[in-house]
């Protein structure tokens, strides 16, 4: 567990992520950190809502509509988390909101929430960077990561290996350098007919497919760096349902088993691309623990691969509680807590709406 920097502040700290296309609220105490005790102890209460059943017709998130969302879903759901946890707006010490990366309108929602209830109530808040709420968020996992751990980032977004020294301290290894894992997911199931976001109905669709019938790349297993590549897996995805169109095949059947041998193909070198990068990753380093975080880590088949590697070769892997694997407003609130409770942590009273669309999760290591 981690050392505090100025331990024995009992905390509680609202959290709200909004940066993409989920509502989440969560109310965090800070006590069982402190105390050594497991971190999700600290969970008081949750809101969370998914617009993914909006944004299914456009087959991709709508940035208007999801600012929209957020202003309607944020207030329900701080009363649901206030209610669950038995708390009064009073209760609350300090509020943490995902001030970037992700969609300027929809991280403004959060920020200018964040920010007017603050002022509100004489609180000081917090920006939080969604990765960190990402990469901390196995931390109230069963199993604990010591410090330094790798965490493997694969969201919707991103695709970055970093080495975690503790809170605050991140150091970037390498990442994708076009699609990240979650879009070569989605993009991909879209391409077999599979509705949007079609990470996990790819990963249930490659559970029937049969291993090896096609033979597709492995985009940069041995580049020698960290870093990735999924754009020409998608296209190698693309050209294979040309190549079966253009046969005419019409039995159901035999379309339903190309589609599931395909996926299974496509997760088996994304998998193995992945699991092979952080192996690298954590020979490269030393570290002996990895942390898996962000919507693709709820992939099954990544999950079981990693474990399997980690038996082999005497490292072990943690993972968040997977409903806490994709957006979600306790990570927010955790990973503000936790930097609260650190020096010069950044936080504020200022009342400007400060958003970062675009932000290094490294220039805001705590110093
Ligand atoms: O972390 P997240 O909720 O949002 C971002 O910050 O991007 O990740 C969403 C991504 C989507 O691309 C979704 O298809 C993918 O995570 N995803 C999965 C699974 N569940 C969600 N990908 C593969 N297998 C899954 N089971
Ligand atoms: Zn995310």
Redesign the pocket.
């Known amino acids: 567990m981690a050392i505090l920097a100025r331990p024995n502040k009992k905390m509680i700290v609202l959290g709200i992520e909004t ?2 296309d ?1 509502t989440g609220v969560a109310l965090y105490n800070t006590t069982a950190w402190e105390e050594g005790k497991p971190a999700f102890q600290g969970i008081l209460g949750q809101g969370l809502h998914s617009q993914i059943a909006m944004h299914r017709d456009y087959g991709g998130v709508v940035p208007e509509l999801a600012s929209r969302d957020h202003i309607r879903r944020v207030l329900p759901l701080l009363d649901e988390s206030l209610a669950q946890s038995e708390l009064k707006l009073s209760d609350i010490d300090a509020v943490a909101f995902t001030q970037g990366p992700g969609l300027a309108g929809a991280l403004l929602v959060g920020s200018a929430f964040a920010k007017s209830l603050a002022q509100g109530l004489n609180l000081p808040s917090i920006g939080v960077h ?1 990765l960190e709420g ?1 990469l901390l968020s196995p931390l109230l996992g069963q199993t604990v990561p010591q410090f330094p751990f790798i965490a493997l980032l694969v ?4 695709t970055q290996l970093m080495k975690v020294s503790g809170i605050g301290q991140y150091q970037l290894l390498g990442e994708t350098l076009d699609d990240a894992a ?2 070569a ?2 993009k991909t199931a879209k391409l077999l007919g599979l509705d949007y ?4 109905a ?2 249930r669709l490659a559970e029937q497919g049969r291993s090896g019938i096609f033979d597709l790349p492995k985009p940069m297993l041995h580049s020698g760096d960290l870093d990735f590549s999924f754009s020409g897996l998608k296209t190698a995805v693309l050209n294979q349902v040309k190549k079966f169109a253009e046969k005419n095949i019409t039995e159901a059947q035999e379309i339903k088993q190309f589609h599931a041998d395909l996926a299974r193909s496509f997760v088996d070198s994304l998998v193995a691309v992945l699991v092979s990068k952080s192996e690298k990753a954590l020979k490269q380093t030393g570290c002996k623990h990895l942390v898996l975080a ?3 880590g ?3 088949q990544l999950r079981s691969a990693l474990n399997e590697k980690a038996k082999r070769n005497g490292f072990e892997v943690h993972y968040p509680p997977l409903e806490l ?3 979600n407003g306790v990570m927010i609130a955790f990973a503000g807590a936790l930097r609260l409770l650190a020096e010069n942590n950044g936080s504020s009273k200022s009342g400007a709406f400060d958003i970062k669309p675009r932000w290094d999760l490294a220039s805001n290591n705590l110093k």
């Open positions: 940066s993409c989920e969604h990402h969201s919707g977004g991103h979650g879009e997911f989605d976001p079609g990470g996990a790819i990963s962000g919507g693709v709820a992939n099954l694997c994709t957006d």
